[in-house]
């Protein structure tokens, strides 16, 4: 379904990111072929052999083409490295790829001292000349900026993965709501979605002075 809803986008010169479930080759043939478009696809196990020939790039990698330390949020420091190749282009199984990357994320919690680290592998369409490694990397944290302020709320805060809701259109129409209440929430430039949604619930009161749905809590106009 994913080039149908891509098909009513202008795509010409935009770059389009997307997560492992979407890193297919025919994706990649009509984004640049069809549409003059970039691509930027995270690799995962769904795609062993790319996985594998891209991990084995970077397997001996040394010093880090950028690095990225983000100020403590949510009491951890997050610090992103980056490397970046074009020796793989000619020798990965993936159409129009003009540079592969390889980022390690390195979370240090400043309450208890502990350190975690995690790796993403992926691949851009665009060339090192139109997309240095800072962008790489700002790209692929865009992606997930987007990913998670919408499906971290659905997944934690409405716990939707457990949802007993699972017959006709239910399942589609109650992520329809939890999405547009997310989007009302949003729409109000509050600091945190999860909180706010915490003070509203079950108080029908508030939720009505919030959106200003009575003539109690509306704004009068002379």
Wanted: proline share 5%; glycine share 6%; with cysteine.
């Amino acid at each position: 379904m994913a080039i149908p809803v891509l098909d009513t986008l202008h795509l010409a010169g935009k770059e389009v990111t997307a997560d492992a479930l979407l890193t297919q080759r025919k994706i990649a043939e009509y984004l640049v072929r069809e549409r003059q478009a970039h691509y930027h696809f995270t690799i995962k196990g769904n795609q062993r052999g790319l996985l594998e020939d891209v991990a084995l790039g970077f397997e001996n990698r040394q010093q880090p083409d950028f690095v990225q330390h983000t100020p403590p949020d949510h009491g951890r420091v997050e610090t992103r490295k980056i490397w970046t190749t074009t020796e793989l282009n000619d020798y990965l199984d993936f159409p129009c790829v003009g540079q592969a990357f390889v980022i390690e994320r390195q979370f240090l919690y400043k309450k208890t001292g502990k350190k975690s680290s995690e790796v993403a592998y992926g691949i851009t369409r665009r060339t090192p000349e139109e997309a240095d490694p800072a962008r790489v990397l700002t790209v692929n944290r865009g992606h997930w900026t987007i990913e998670n302020s919408c499906h971290y709320i659905l997944d934690w805060t409405y716990d939707e993965d457990r949802s007993r809701i699972r017959t006709g259109y239910g399942p589609e129409n109650i992520t329809r709501m939890r999405r547009f209440a997310i989007g009302i929430i949003k729409s109000k430039k509050v600091r945190s979605v999860p909180r706010k949604m915490r003070e509203l619930t079950r108080n029908i009161r508030l939720v009505f002075d919030y959106l200003r749905m009575t003539e109690n809590s509306c704004p009068t106009h002379a």
